[in-house]
């Protein structure tokens, strides 16, 4: 498929999927979540907005999120209308984040990478808090920021639909070295690879990578066709090799709450 196929069957894919904790409203220019929870933000995307009414609809979703004092995201995906809509979501006092690259591998033409792993480190799946504790250590150490929220959003997924979510932690003896899960929402053919992180010190030593050959083996041996990643650019280059097809960039643009 072309990369204009494969988004367009992701875009219609995804606007069915509902995330935990959060309610899903559709509208025919883009898709709004609203968390149950207090302390969590909320996420538009998927835009297709009106010739005339950008500003207006975006108006809509900022007053949303005000009248409940919640900051949001909005995510941005390159085939998104309007092509300028950065632009004009920074206009209205939106920040962006860094830009990603969103990213789709065929589990039928990408065969598993065969590697022997050293002794001195191991790869194991997470099914408890403690591991989920190891898992934001490693978050923390590699992107220089707290991850507080982490442990307890992959707990409530894990506790609530465990089918919906596969976590695996690397170590090295008992210290987690890198981190990787992958989301299956429910009736998506699109599984989701999220967390991929390793310590400096161990990369580029086949951590990342067995990381990914794992989850790869899972989605296929769950019958998946697909795996979908939004990979920063330290990440794309390595995902290339494994067989990631890249298909567009994307930009997370969060508003603040005043």
Known sequence: MTSNEIYAAYMHDRRQQNIERFTAERFPHLVRFTPMDATAEGIVAYAALAPGLEDQQITEQIRHFERLGRSFEWKIYAFDKPANLAALLK???????????????????????GRTIPAKW?????????????????????????????VEQ???????????????????????????????????????????????????QGVYSELYNVRMAEARARGYNYLTVDATPMSRPILEKLGFQYVCHTIPMRRAVD
């Open 91 to 113: 206009a209205h006092a939106f920040s962006a984040g860094e830009v990603e690259a969103f990213m789709v591998c065929s589990l039928a033409e990408t065969p598993n990478v």
């Open 122 to 150: 191991r790869i194991q799946p997470v099914l408890a808090k403690a591991g989920l504790n190891d898992i934001a250590a490693v978050q923390e150490q590699v992107w220089s920021r707290k991850f507080d929220w982490l």
């Open 154 to 204: 992959l707990l409530q997924t894990m506790e609530r639909s465990p089918q919906k979510l596969s976590i695996y932690c690397a170590y090295a003896g008992d210290k987690p070295i890198g981190t990787g899960w992958t989301e299956f929402p429910e009736g998506s053919i699109f599984p989701e690879i999220h967390g991929g992180a390793v310590l400096s010190e161990w990369r580029g």
